[in-house]
């Protein structure tokens, strides 16, 4: 199967999936997908093929926009204000080995990639088998729609004459702050993963469970490598803003939270042998876990738990 006709088929079955959603009016906000064996509506490829092949029929360049316009339709406007697809029974999952967990009450798809069919898997039981066997790439919604306005994008750009739409959606016209975010140059293109300092600051982490930064004569811990290497950098160049960004307004924001949550923590909590090794310790992980995947955000419809924060 060829670039184009992967791509084809990789949007008729998301088309299939967002339609089944707009019938029910739920929405399935998040698909897990194991690429092993192919990647998700890979643009790269496409611009290859592109490079390497003359296309003189537009029919399925034409049926590509069509689709990519119409995925990012549905995000943008018929999708606001629809409720989430629950699962009947939650999923959660603890890998000790591993040190990771896992937990939903949200529905979402779980897809093991192939060039030629989806390896779909439906109930809980086989999902849960998926998240264990399977290393895998979690696409939100307008995720995918921001992958379909950029393959919308380079067709347009490279035959002009295959955009007949009455409205076209570009890269810059998701409605999703999550897209619009401001994007770390280093970590886009790839630059940051491979410094001294990011090494460093992940073997700390796998070392220590996390790093350690001293800010006012305090010692700060950090959990994400991600955070701690933005923290170890004085100016950051981010991909929307033609200034670098002073992150000393970031580790002040840190260092206030910290310590508000550190001194709140010693005041409610108390953790004594009998929290961790007592009869509700089972009790008091599934609540942690919870918190951290799952807890409503006040004004935040589509997100939801800690990790988001």
Same mark, same amino acid.
């Given at each position: 199967?060829?670039?184009?006709?992967?791509?084809?088929?990789?949007?008729?079955?998301?088309?299939?999936?967002?339609?089944?959603?707009?019938?029910?009016?739920?929405?399935?906000?998040?698909?897990?997908?194991?690429?092993?064996?192919?990647?998700?509506?890979?643009?790269? =490829?496409?611009? %290859?093929?592109?490079?390497?092949?003359?296309? @003189?029929? $537009?029919?399925?360049?034409?049926?590509? /926009?069509? !689709?990519?316009?119409?995925?990012?339709?549905?995000?943008?406007?018929?999708?606001?204000?629809?409720?989430?697809?629950?699962?009947?029974?939650?999923?959660?999952?603890?890998?000790?080995?591993?040190?990771?967990?896992?937990?939903?009450?949200?529905?979402?798809?779980?897809?093991?990639?192939?060039?030629?069919?989806?390896?779909?898997?439906?109930?809980?039981?086989?999902?849960?088998?998926?998240?264990?066997?399977?290393?895998?790439?979690?696409?939100?919604?307008?995720?995918?729609?921001?992958?379909?306005?950029?393959?919308?994008?380079?067709?347009?750009?490279?035959?002009?004459?295959?955009?007949?739409?009455?409205?076209?959606?570009?890269?810059?016209? =998701?409605?999703? %702050?999550?897209?619009?975010?401001?994007?770390? @140059?280093? $970590?886009?293109?790839?630059?940051?993963? /491979?410094? !001294?300092?990011?090494?460093?600051?992940?073997?700390?982490?796998?070392?220590?469970?996390?790093?350690?930064?001293?800010?006012?004569?305090?010692?700060?811990?950090?959990?994400?490598?991600?955070?701690?290497?933005?923290?170890?950098?004085?100016?950051?160049?981010?991909?929307?803003?033609?200034?670098?960004?002073?992150?000393?307004?970031?580790?002040?924001?840190?260092?206030?939270?910290?310590?508000?949550?550190?001194?709140?923590?010693?005041?409610?909590?108390?953790?004594?042998?009998?929290?961790?090794?007592?009869?509700?310790?089972?009790?008091?992980?599934?609540?942690?876990?919870?918190?951290?995947?799952?807890?409503?955000?006040?004004?935040?419809?589509?997100?939801?738990?800690?990790?988001?924060?």
């Amino acid at each position: 199967m060829n670039a184009l006709s992967l791509v084809h088929f990789q949007l008729s079955q998301i088309e299939k999936y967002l339609q089944r959603d707009l019938k029910d009016g739920l929405v399935t906000y998040n698909y897990f997908f194991c690429e092993d064996e192919c990647k998700l509506l890979d643009r790269c =490829i496409l611009q %290859e093929y592109f490079t390497e092949n003359e296309i @003189k029929n $537009f029919l399925i360049l034409k049926d590509i /926009n069509r !689709k990519c316009n119409d995925v990012v339709r549905i995000w943008n406007e018929d999708f606001k204000g629809m409720p989430d697809r629950e699962l009947k029974q939650e999923i959660w999952l603890v890998n000790e080995d591993e040190g990771s967990s896992f937990w939903s009450s949200t529905d979402f798809h779980a897809i093991y990639l192939t060039q030629d069919k989806w390896m779909v898997y439906n109930t809980n039981k086989h999902k849960e088998n998926f998240i264990k066997k399977y290393k895998y790439t979690l696409y939100s919604v307008p995720l995918i729609a921001q992958r379909c306005a950029s393959i919308l994008n380079l067709i347009t750009a490279c035959y002009p004459e295959t955009a007949n739409f009455d409205k076209l959606y570009y890269s810059d016209k =998701i409605d999703d %702050e999550t897209v619009k975010r401001y994007l770390v @140059k280093s $970590f886009s293109d790839g630059t940051a993963f /491979n410094s !001294k300092t990011y090494i460093d600051i992940a073997h700390s982490i796998e070392l220590n469970k996390h790093d350690s930064l001293i800010f006012n004569n305090q010692r700060l811990k950090i959990y994400t490598t991600e955070l701690s290497y933005i923290f170890h950098t004085s100016q950051l160049k981010v991909q929307n803003l033609k200034e670098d960004i002073d992150t000393n307004i970031f580790i002040n924001c840190y260092f206030d939270g910290y310590l508000q949550g550190q001194n709140y923590f010693e005041e409610h909590f108390t953790v004594t042998p009998q929290i961790i090794y007592g009869e509700n310790a089972n009790r008091y992980a599934q609540d942690l876990a919870y918190n951290y995947m799952m807890a409503e955000i006040p004004n935040v419809s589509i997100y939801r738990g800690w990790i988001y924060l």
